[in-house]
C-alpha cells in the first residue's frame, strides 16, 4: 500500500523524519507531500522545499519519495492511487485539528493513520524551529 505524509514542512524537522520511518516500516512506499499552504505563510516555496527535504532523508531509504503539490491532499491520492494519509500528532491540540483534517479526507475516500511523535520530540515544531533560527540570526 502507498502512503501519503503531507504537511508544509517549514522545515522538515527531527520530528518529520522519525514520521516518516515509522511509516516506512507500515507501508510499501511513502511519499513526502510539501504541500503549498498559504496561512502559514512559508520561506520558500513548496519546489525548495521538497528540495531541502530530499537533501535531509537518507538515500538508502528507496521506499520514500519527495513530491511538492499544491491542491488538495485527496486529490493526490486519487490521481496517484495512494491508499492512506500519514499524520504525526505530537500533542491533543494537535489531535484536534488532524483529526478534522481526517474526517473530510475520509469523506473524500482517503482514510488517514495518526502516528504519535517519538516522547523526545515532542517539543519540536516547525514553529519552534523558525523561531530560534530567527533568535540566532539577531
Avoid at 505530537?90 to 475520509?106: G, P, S
Wanted: proline letters at 6%.
Amino acid at each position: 500500500m502507498r502512503a501519503v505524509y503531507p504537511g508544509s514542512f517549514d522545515p522538515f524537522t527531527p520530528g518529520h523524519v522519525n514520521v516518516v520511518d515509522r511509516a516506512r516500516a507500515l507501508f510499501d512506499e511513502v511519499v513526502v507531500l510539501v504541500a503549498a499552504n498559504s496561512i502559514k505563510h512559508p520561506g520558500s516555496d513548496e519546489e525548495e522545499r521538497a528540495a531541502a527535504v530530499r537533501a535531509i532523508l537518507p538515500v538508502e531509504w528507496t521506499s520514500v519519495t519527495v513530491a511538492a503539490w499544491s491542491g488538495l491532499t485527496a486529490t493526490y491520492c486519487r490521481l496517484r492511487e495512494v491508499g492512506v494519509i500519514v499524520r504525526g500528532v505530537r500533542n491533543t491540540t494537535d489531535l484536534r485539528a488532524e483529526y478534522q483534517l481526517a474526517a473530510m479526507n475520509q469523506s473524500l475516500g482517503i482514510p488517514t493513520v495518526f502516528l504519535p511523535t517519538q516522547p523526545e520530540l515532542a517539543a519540536v515544531s516547525s514553529t519552534a524551529v523558525r523561531a530560534l533560527r530567527a533568535w540566532r540570526a539577531e
